[in-house]
């Protein structure tokens, strides 16, 4: 039996559409069958793939990473010095192996062929040889030698873990290419049964359609018709089944419908006479429109409205009546809700005009004439209008006049203002009677005086602003503006603060605003007008004063910026209480300040005033509980002597006040001629000293540190020289501090770590190499990298080198630097306090950091042979650095006398031109073998 017969052997349509579901569900079971089957076959392909491929893979890889961690952990304990660590490295090594371990089984059991289980073992193998080769060797035996050959085995391992990765990679990928090609297959065949399934599922639905679509087409053709209003339309007989019967119920629809729409004919008819009779005797404008936008209704008045003829305007649209404002509103109206609009007709009314809307989908509109209330709209907001004018801004007196100059409109800040009740005042006065009500309420008359005015300004038709003060701390300024009425509009506004706040200002750009004093600006336009004068040869001669505090940094460090901030303040009145009131005093900044001084006998009249100055700073400051000693030095040019030129005066004077700081500070000193040349030198030196490094001007001299017991060097202390190409040998005392001035030292400290460490790392073994840094140097964090990469260049282990720092390294922020500190102490750097004695906190210093070493200050030895404190001193600092288990050494020693001493009080190291003087570092091992001998 074919497919069509078994379709049309069933009578129903519910019976057909069954039959035909169940045969594309047959096919779809059968589709979905081979589908599932395909999918499981493509899951095991991927657990595969996952468990075998790609597991041995990950792990070959993590062994190779286990590897890597266990080089660079052996280099560290090789490297360690300390037991503690290199037992928890061993430890670290141990926990590694193991994980190597088991992640190559992982990777040689996962492993898809015979090569790849092989490159495992021979890489487990590997590593087991390289670390039974390093047990072999104890720390003290692994020389250089030995390393190389550790290191070869370790490349062994790195070699059977490549190719085990190589091995791995490879298998997967051939797997993969086996895997490809069976899903391939897989999906061939999948498109093949789907295409079968899809054609057979084509058959079924199409000898279905056929079974059902004729019939289907002609209750549609007949449902549409009788949709569309055709009540007369023949419907055809139908058969036995449902289409049949949906034929006949179609029949007896139509003729109900046509029954009821005749009804509702009849009935609309009459309910239309009804509402037009009513609409017709409404004032209003009323409009009725369907759904359509067709005009059902409307009265007269409308139709006026509209533009339309009453008579022809049922069934008109109502965009026919476009060009009216009621008709143009309307169509612009969004929407179908209610809404209600304001328009105006060409006859200039206002119009109102509501929309409803209707059940059918259209609208009533109601249009309502409102002109006569919008001309009452319009007359309030004039009103309002005049009445917003006058109180806009509560913060102003305000007030309105008319054109004769009656009061029309005022506020109560105008009262407030003028001190008079709000009550004295009404409208219609001239400003002649408020003026009298001021006058009588205050004794000070210049309230009445400014409202004369203002009359004085209405009288003249003019607009304009005054401003004066009305009473004590009270400054207004008028404003008077015509109004469009003709009248005037006129402010009051107290501008008192503004006006201080300008003169706050003007003082504020002449005035230091700590201190009070005249600032640089200041300072020089009366600089100028002294010299002018002095050009036009109508002012005496003058002085010209830089002073510069000593010890305020230390004291804004120590103490805090409040204290600093205090302690300027009262130099300043500690100055202008020495000066007369023709000299100036200015702060140009920080704590330098700037005197100029009118004076006839100019040289005598300077050194008494630098003189008195200077004593002045011999009294203390007290400060929130502090006594603060600070001193002052003074540079001094004198004008005509020294030129009359401001700008040449005041350079002079601070290069005066540069020599005086540099004679001991506390002092004063006048310009001479040659501090321009040894400015001019000291620039040259400044410029030259930037391109030393670079030039190769730099060397590095050594002098040994010896152990006095045995008399062997333990160190070399690393001494800076400069070969200048022109000068010959500069000496470090004129350009270090220079080069921390300017901030070179940061570079040439770089290149005297790298210089020093690449130099001792040749030396013998037991030998450490001693470099001196800078405070600057501490200031910048790089300090910490500049000791890691000279360690790292040179090879030189951490504990041989030693950082020499002074005191003043401590003094500026001594929290960071103690950071530093350790920071290099962790890296195995030994750290020494240089100069021990010589400040003022070295005792508090040992107690805030392990130092290694404490140098005692050679001004201290080369006074052991004298009577007075120096050999206490001496004998204090060894005895404290024995019971601190810090080692000392003794600088500057040059004498036998002075070496017998020191190893008497027990000092364990020195240094002096008694065992070396400073020698270049190819002296260094022969310095060695002499001071062995002698000590022999």
Partial sequence: MTLDAALRGVRTIRGRIFLAFLMLSAITAMLGGYAAQGIMTTGALVDKTYDQSLMSINYARAAATDLAALQATVSRARLASDAEERHKLEARIETLTQSFEEDIEIAADRAQSERATREAAAAKDAVTHWLAARREFGPDQQT?????????????????IDLLINFT?????????????????????????????????????LLLLRQIVGPVADASTVASRIAAGELTVKVPEGGADEFGTLLRAMAV????????????????????????????????????VDAAGRIVLANDRAAALLGLDPAETEHRFLADARGSAVADTLLAMPGAGSLTAETRSADGRWLRISRSPTQGGGFVAVCSDMSLLKEQEEQLKRSNSQLDAALSNMLQGLCLYDSEGGLLVYNRRFCDMLGIDTASLHPGMSIREIARLVEAASEDDRAADLLIQQEALLQRGVSGSL?????????????????????????????????EAEERIITMARRDALTGLANRMVFGERLEEAAARLAEGSGPGFATLCLDLDRFKEVNDTLGHPIGDGLLRSVAERLQSCLRETDLVARLGGDEFAIVQAVTHVRSDASTLAKRLIAAFQQPFLLDGHTVMVGVSIGISLAPEHGTSPEKLLKSADLALYRAK???????????????????KRRALENDLRSAVDNGEFELVFQPI????????????????????????????????????TGAITQIGEWVLRKACSEAAVWPSGISVAVNVSAVQFKNAAVVRAVMEALSASGLPAHRLELEITESVLLNDSVTTLATLHTLKRLGVRVAMDDFGTGYSSLSYLQS????????????????DATGNARLIVRSVIGLGRSLGITTTAEGIETEAQLDQ?????????QGYLFSRPVPSAVIRELVGNLGRTAA
């Fill in 169 to 205: 990679a490879g298998d997967g990928f051939s797997y993969r290419q086996t895997a490809r090609a069976i899903v391939d297959r897989d999906v061939r065949l999948s498109v093949f049964v789907t295409s079968f399934a899809i054609v057979l599922a084509g058959i079924v639905a």
């Fill in 253 to 288: 629809m139509r003729d109900n419908i046509a029954a009821m729409m005749q009804e509702e004919v009849a009935q609309r008819r009459s309910a239309q006479s009804l509402l037009a009779d009513a609409v017709q005797g409404s004032i209003e404008g009323i409009v009725v």
């Fill in 849 to 864: 950091f392990p130092f290694d070493k404490i140098k005692i200050d050679q001004s201290f030895v080369r006074n052991l």
């Fill in 706 to 741: 010896v152990k006095l017991d045995r008399q062997r060097i333990s160190s070399c202390e690393a001494l800076l020289r400069w070969r200048h190409r022109e000068r010959g040998y500069v000496s470090p005392a004129d350009f270090i501090p220079l080069a921390e001035e």
């Fill in 467 to 499: 401003c004066c003060p009305i009473r004590k701390n009270c400054i207004v300024s008028l404003r008077q503006q015509p109004t469009a009425e003709g009248g005037w509009i006129a402010t009051y506004e107290d501008v008192t603060q503004r006006y």
């Fill in 662 to 680: 540099a004679s001991g500070r506390g002092c004063w000193s006048f310009f001479e001629e040659e501090m321009d040349l040894e400015l001019r």
């Fill in 144 to 160: 250089a030698d030995v390393w190389q050959a550790l290191d070869a085995h370790a490349a062994v391992a790195e070699q059977h």
């Fill in 902 to 910: 020191l190893r008497l009080e027990g000092c364990e190291e020195g």
